[in-house]
């Protein structure tokens, strides 16, 4: 028997996710707003400074994203795959596009200005959607030959090299940290071969590795493109009291850690976060986590772990019942995605990863990541249409073994 509505449970629990981060960000935007309107009006760019400058462009994207998923949720996923190396060239081509005119940013090329457009776009962001679609559209196609060098596993990892090679070059090594496990576990899914997996791990390390030595310089002026990363990295190993106190990224990670302590068990109450007022940079972004922790305390941050995992489970299950091998590899990538990034956030806020700049999906302050992951919600959903109503039910191996194809 074939539903006839979507997953209405699934689409609440984004809703929910996304208007707590509405709530969230009305609270530790309030001096980061003033900070910037100010700096606008001393540019003769604005009138008077405001307390609600992010709050608003947040609702903008709020409203924006929604009326985009509106539609997204109606597609035909099947349109996915028939178009899928379309979609996939434009992800691509939206990489090389923001390397020659993107805004640099710390060092990177992460976005694109459009003229008359009030935002920024960040086309990583619909590039790992665009490679989710593309990579699911393979495994299809060459099912059975995963594990094969020549035919699959060669063809596989050179279609994720070009995207690696491309964020490289921005550089974003945050979204490398996302893209390249979601790819190992789509890889796997798919019938891959753990021997190649491992060897892909190796290559990716020794890369990383050279990447960070490249980065290196004695003075200012031989910084390059790699220089950020290694700047992170150092942060990241270092517990130097001269870094914090030159307000580096050792000190943001600090003032993160202090907000998480301050919170405690029950946290401070919502909208008395001390860290948010000047001392935690991109609080509204990157850091959220922090001030939900400061302010909710670990109650707070840890139903919001709980909501993550529910929507996993709930993910896996749309990709368990669906019998098309391409929605079923497309749901477990955007599950993969969409979990990855949420606990390299979390563990970024906690110290245990260094800092990346990727955002906490549905909460954190961002359009362009806000946008793409509704638009994927919007698949899953629609995919969720498609699945037969059976229980799900069955042991971790059944599991493992019904989604190992190829």
């Known amino acids: 028997m074939q539903t006839k ?133 393979f495994l299809k196609r060459a099912r059975g030959t995963m594990s094969i060098f020549e035919s699959g596993a060669l063809p596989f990892f050179s279609i994720l090299a070009a995207v690696v090679i491309l964020l490289a070059l921005q550089p974003d090594f945050g979204s490398m940290l996302i893209i390249g496990p979601l790819a190992l576990v789509m890889y796997f899914i798919g019938g891959g071969s753990v021997r190649y997996i491992a060897i892909v791990i190796a290559l990716f390390t020794l890369l990383s590795a050279s990447v960070y030595v490249l980065g290196r310089y004695d003075t200012p002026d031989e910084r390059n493109t790699f220089s950020y990363i290694t700047d992170r990295v150092d942060n990241f190993l270092s517990d130097n009291q001269t870094l914090i106190e030159k307000r580096t990224i050792h000190f ?44 909710l305390g670990f109650l707070g941050v840890g139903a919001l772990v709980v ?51 990727v955002t906490l999906p549905f909460v954190s302050y961002g359009g362009s990541s806000l946008l793409s992951l509704l638009i994927a919600v919007g698949i899953l959903l629609n995919i969720s249409r498609s699945t037969k109503s059976k229980t799900t039910t069955g042991s971790t191996h059944s599991f493992s073994r019904k989604y190992r194809m190829g």
Do not use: C
Request: proline residues 4%; glycine residues 8%.
């Open 5 to 137: 509505h979507i997953d209405y449970p699934l689409f609440f629990l984004v809703f929910g996710l996304v208007v707590f981060g509405m709530i969230m960000i009305s609270s530790v935007s309030v001096y980061p707003s003033y900070k910037v309107t100010s700096e606008m009006v001393n540019a003769w760019a604005l009138d008077e400074a405001t307390n609600s400058f992010y709050l608003v462009r947040n609702l903008m994207h709020v409203f924006v994203s929604f009326f985009v998923f509106a539609f997204i949720v109606k597609v035909p996923y099947e349109l996915y795959e028939k178009y899928a190396r379309h979609i996939f060239l434009l992800g691509i081509g939206l990489l090389v596009v923001v390397l020659f005119i993107g805004s640099e940013y710390n060092g990177a090329r992460w976005w694109l200005n459009i003229p008359g457009v009030p935002f920024s776009l960040q086309p990583v962001e619909f590039a790992k959607l665009a490679l989710i679609i593309y990579l699911a559209s």
């Open 307 to 357: 909501v993550y995992l529910v929507l996993a489970e709930r993910w896996f299950r749309i990709a368990k019942e669906s019998e098309d091998l391409f929605a079923r590899y497309v749901a477990l990538g955007i599950t993969s995605w969409i979990v990855i990034q949420a606990f390299v956030n979390i563990g970024v806020n906690l110290n245990i990863v260094p800092l990346t700049g």
């Open 252 to 295: 943001q990670t600090e003032q993160g850690l202090i907000a998480i302590g301050s919170g405690g068990f029950f946290g401070l109450g919502f909208g008395e976060s001390v860290q948010k007022f000047g001392y935690l940079p991109e609080a509204q972004g990157d850091f959220i986590f922090s001030v939900v922790a400061e302010e």
